[in-house]
């Protein structure tokens, strides 16, 4: 079955610094890569994807990019803020027809003022 | 749209006892998922369900624990006889019935369940 790692576990940065969040996989047949936020005590949600034909995608400060051949994928937050503190998570998942994520273990993100 | 409900938000059971986590899928989504988070961990998938079957159930225990989505009402995930190694925060999410779309999984709040 799918294996995904992330990668720092846990990662501070000052407000208005960049943060960078690696995840590998091990399932080729992966094809859609989500990335979820949790704040203390809430659910996660999703923040950004992608799908497996596209190599990067952004959405205001928030970037992912993907490597299919060496089957790594990133996170990339610009500006960071203190609303961005949070846990995130990466997941993989094949698709086509409906089917489970399976997440990586996440990073705790500190940005510091 | 009302979201994916889950209820209770906070469940307290004694060893021995029975644990019932229900939810309700957002309006319009066929598929229902669980995971369970320990704390400081990753989510872990369950079970994935759709009305009336059981489509994928390899991450859940071999014992006590089954799941179900009737033709009306919520999923529900039992886990029967619980001890205290069950304590953890169990999700659920749902996603629409869109063949060949992305697998968008849209998460609940949470059963934060507590085994005394």
């Known amino acids: 079955g799918e294996n995904v790692e992330q990668h720092p576990s846990t990662l501070s940065v000052q407000e208005g610094d960049s943060a960078v969040i690696k995840c590998t996989y091990s399932?080729?047949?992966?094809?859609?890569f989500p990335w979820y936020k949790q704040e203390l005590g809430k659910r996660p949600q999703l923040i950004i994807d992608i799908r497996s034909n596209v190599g990067e995608k952004k959405d205001q400060r928030i970037a992912v990019t993907l490597n299919k051949t060496a089957k790594h994928f990133s996170l990339h937050i610009t500006e960071t803020q203190p609303e961005d503190s949070a846990v995130y998570f990466c997941?993989?998942?094949?698709?086509?027809?409906?089917?489970?994520?399976?997440f990586g273990t996440g990073t705790r993100l500190q940005v510091t003022l | 749209n009302a979201g994916v409900m889950q209820n209770p938000r906070h469940l307290v059971r004694r060893r021995g006892q029975e644990a019932r986590l229900r939810c309700s899928p957002m309006?319009?989504?066929?598929?229902v998922y669980w995971y369970r988070q320990l704390p400081e961990e990753g989510l872990k998938f369950m079970v994935y369900l759709q009305k009336e079957n059981i489509i994928d159930e390899s991450g859940m225990p071999k014992e006590r624990f089954s799941a179900e989505f009737p033709k009306e009402g919520p999923s529900i995930l039992r886990i029967q006889q619980v001890v205290r190694g069950d304590s953890a925060a169990y999700f659920c999410a749902s996603s629409p019935l869109l063949a060949g779309i992305k697998n968008i999984q849209y998460f609940g709040a949470g059963t934060r369940l507590s085994v005394l």
């Open positions: 997941a993989a998942s094949p698709t086509g027809t409906a089917s489970k994520l399976t």
């Open positions: 309006k319009g989504h066929s598929h």
């Open positions: 399932d080729s047949a992966s094809n859609y």
